[in-house]
């Protein structure tokens, strides 16, 4: 069975440093990934996935996400956080590509600080 | 920007009203769905749609219902709501067979 945890409920950093959310799942076969991103009060936003193509996947805003099947870790990183950036985000695992097959890991408020 | 609207956004009703959620998309998608999302708890899928006429229950059992009666319209209703319900429910649609989702802004239902 699929499964996707993310070790940071909420990640605090200043802005222009970077950031790093970690993201580990479990799947039996060679599952797709995605990161998503929520706004206060807006719905989700793709920011990028991976689909067994190349391992390191660029995303909008900066964010990049390095598919290490090793440590089956998908952790989605930025160089230089924006105050823009503040927002709850989520790690996603599917072992197909229908929208029934997604698994949502719990999320990770990141918080940006001037 | 997704063309896919939520109604209403925000709604406090008593116990034992009868509501629906409206989903509406203008990407001409097969695929939607509903999930179900609490404060620092996973999204849950509740109900999801493949075509119109074609309704289906999601990995989470909920009181609610479903139609898709037309491509672009999925609205979710609930018969009697109760303060269990209370959650915020986000509607989505998909292209076929690409696992990427593009969410509504949500509805947040509090039912006192």
């Given at each position: 069975a699929q499964s996707v945890t993310q070790l940071d409920s909420h990640v605090s950093v200043s802005e222009g440093t970077p950031v790093l959310l970690r993201c580990n799942y479990s799947s039996s076969y060679s599952p797709s990934l995605f990161w998503y991103v929520q706004h206060p009060n807006k719905g989700l936003q793709l920011l990028l996935k991976y689909?067994?193509?190349?391992t390191l996947v660029k995303g909008i805003n900066g964010f990049e996400a390095e598919f290490k099947k090793s440590e089956t870790s998908f952790h989605l990183t930025k160089p230089s956080a924006h105050m823009s950036d503040a927002a709850e985000y989520f790690c996603v695992v599917s072992e197909?590509?229908?929208?029934?097959?997604l698994i949502f890991g719990k999320g990770t408020t990141l918080s940006v600080s001037s | 920007e997704a063309d896919i609207y939520q109604t209403p956004r925000y709604l406090v009703i008593g116990t034992g009203k009868k509501i629906t959620l409206e989903c509406s998309q203008t990407?001409?998608?097969d695929k939607m769905y509903w999930y179900q999302q609490d404060p620092g708890m996973e999204l849950h899928l509740i109900h999801y749609s493949y075509g119109v006429n074609s309704t289906e229950k999601g990995d989470l059992s909920s009181e609610s219902t479903v139609s898709r009666i037309r491509t672009e319209h999925f609205p979710l209703t609930l018969e009697s709501a109760r303060p269990s319900h209370t959650s915020q429910y986000l509607c989505a649609s998909s292209?076929?067979?690409?696992g990427e989702l593009f969410f509504g802004e949500g509805s947040r239902l509090t039912v006192l």
């Open positions: 689909t067994s193509a190349a197909g590509q229908a929208g029934t097959a | 990407m001409g998608h292209v076929t067979n690409t």
